[in-house]
């Protein structure tokens, strides 16, 4: 009698969103709900000697089952358009928000965040970049990008404010 081995595999790909569906989310999902709908954020650059001023715009919308915030940004800076893929969640394991960023450069970071009242703080994984979200109101943020060498001098290269439409 031959076995097909496609077919636990079709049933757990059947069954995982079905309970994904009816288990419990975390409280802590619901403050991601912050950063969706559509934006547009102003700011400066700083890299080495070069800066300037940048525009994006973005739209963030829960992925289908409520879990991740998915964000797609389109850049304008002064090194010319790009774009970026975000994607926000909540690891209950290890009790810290979730970052990935892949941008249209080639680099793609992975930070964990907290959040205390209205300040988000996200650390890359690797503790050489941080990003600080401040949050101004319901429709306003200002935000700081920066890196360290040593994890105590810290440069910003990035800051500027977002506001939803």
Same mark, same amino acid.
Request: some cysteine.
């Given at each position: ?11 757990? %790909? ?7 569906? +009816? ?28 800066? *300037? ?11 289908? *089952? ?10 304008? +800076? ?8 975000? %994607? ?14 892949? #941008? ?11 959040? #205390? ?49």
């Amino acid at each position: 009698m031959q076995k097909h081995f496609w077919v636990p595999i079709l049933a757990v %790909i059947c069954i995982v969103p079905a309970a994904a569906q +009816t288990r419990q989310k975390p409280p802590e999902l619901a403050k991601l709900e912050y950063f969706v709908g559509d934006t547009t954020t102003d700011g400066t650059m700083r890299l080495g000697q070069a800066s *300037g001023k940048f525009t994006s715009k973005d739209h963030a919308e829960w992925m289908n *089952g409520g879990y991740f915030v998915i964000v797609r940004a389109e850049t304008m +800076t002064p090194f010319g358009p790009g774009s970026q893929i975000e %994607i926000m969640g909540w690891d209950a394991i290890r009790k810290v928000y979730t970052h990935d960023a892949y #941008n249209s450069g080639g680099v793609h970071t992975s930070s964990t965040g907290t959040v #205390n009242r209205d300040v988000w703080t996200w650390t890359s994984a690797d503790g050489r970049a941080r990003q600080t979200v401040k949050v101004l109101s319901p429709t306003q943020f200002a935000f700081k990008f920066e890196l360290t060498q040593d994890g105590t001098n810290w440069m910003t290269v990035v800051e500027g404010t977002t506001t939803k439409h």
